[in-house]
């Protein structure tokens, strides 16, 4: 049996058709987990009303999916076919073997995530949109997913801009779409991994207490610890932190600015990008 052909052709087609379930279902059941395994062993004492909270970002994430399914309806996979079909892109120019195209794709759309992360902290303007989501006084696994639709919208488009330069296989974007899903949740998430296995799973994982620190009030802590998924560009470009200096249940989560119940409010928080915040700190820094 040809793989390559499987993979590029016809049966890429068909995940592409049912893309939607398919990444649906699996953030669904690792959103169970995550969740359980939270409320069962907490890394952290929550400091704001769950349910609150939960009943906001739940909206802004379905307001989200909803939003990116209606302007991109193939989303990136759909791009990745058309890219395929008219032999656009850098591994479609040369014909570069499937296995190869996956791997480096998958490599370098995690690198343009975690270059647009740094960006989203370093131009103000796009800071803006970005501070929604490290806005949470909270971290869990609806913080994973919580991030402005505009900012989605900038999101999509630059990882669609990648998928079309590269020429990635379809298969390859699936399967980093799925992946960054759900590493995105899991780093998020409020769940206590033993010490141990932190140490070890972060040095080819984003961890909880790795990303909890990016979540830091702290300035410089919240400009470290970018990834999502792969840890190895903070370690390479010098933005890791190994631990928050007041460590894991001394440290303040969210933005100094709004240490109060208004960053619950699913209105106040759509709307903060174009308010005019008393305090614009981290605005001029960007």
């Known amino acids: 049996m040809d793989l390559t052909a499987l993979f590029s052709g016809g049966f890429s ?3 592409s058709d049912h893309e939607g379930a398919i990444r649906l279902t699996v953030a ?3 959103f169970a987990i995550l969740a359980v395994s939270a409320w069962l062993k907490p890394r952290r004492r929550l400091v704001v009303d769950k349910s609150r909270r939960w009943s906001t970002n739940l909206a802004i994430i379905v307001l989200d999916s909803a939003l990116v399914r209606l302007l991109f ?9 058309w890219a395929q079909s008219a032999g656009i892109g850098l591994f ?3 014909d570069t073997p499937l296995w190869l195209a996956v791997l480096v794709s998958f490599v370098v759309l995690d690198f343009a995530v975690w270059a647009s992360h740094v960006l989203s902290h370093k131009v103000p303007l796009f800071w803006r949109f970005h501070r929604m989501h490290h806005a949470d006084r909270d971290i869990d696994v609806t913080t994973g997913l919580r991030f402005h639709p505009i900012e989605i919208i900038g999101s999509m488009l ?3 801009g990648f998928v079309i330069l590269l020429g990635a296989p379809a298969i390859a974007v699936i399967l980093f779409e799925i992946v960054l899903n759900g590493t995105a949740m899991f780093n998020h998430s409020n769940t206590k991994l033993p010490l141990k296995i932190d140490r070890v799973l972060r040095l080819v994982l984003v961890t909880p207490d790795m990303h909890r620190v990016h979540h830091s ?6 400009d470290s610890n970018y990834g999502f998924n792969l840890p190895w560009w903070d370690r390479m470009f010098g933005t890791y932190i ?3 200096a007041l460590g894991h249940d001394g440290m303040t989560i969210g933005l100094d600015e709004w240490q109060d119940e208004r960053p619950s409010r699913l209105g106040w928080s759509l709307a903060l990008p174009f308010g005019n915040p ?3 700190a981290r605005d001029s820094k960007g």
Do not use: C, H, M, R
């Open 158 to 160: 630059w990882k669609v």
């Open 278 to 280: 008393a305090s614009t």
């Open 92 to 94: 479609n120019w040369l």
């Open 13 to 15: 087609q068909a995940v």
């Open 28 to 30: 669904g059941g690792l």
């Open 217 to 222: 009030a702290i300035g410089n802590e919240t």
């Open 242 to 244: 190994d631990q928050p």
């Open 73 to 81: 309806p193939a989303a990136a996979v759909g791009v990745a076919l």
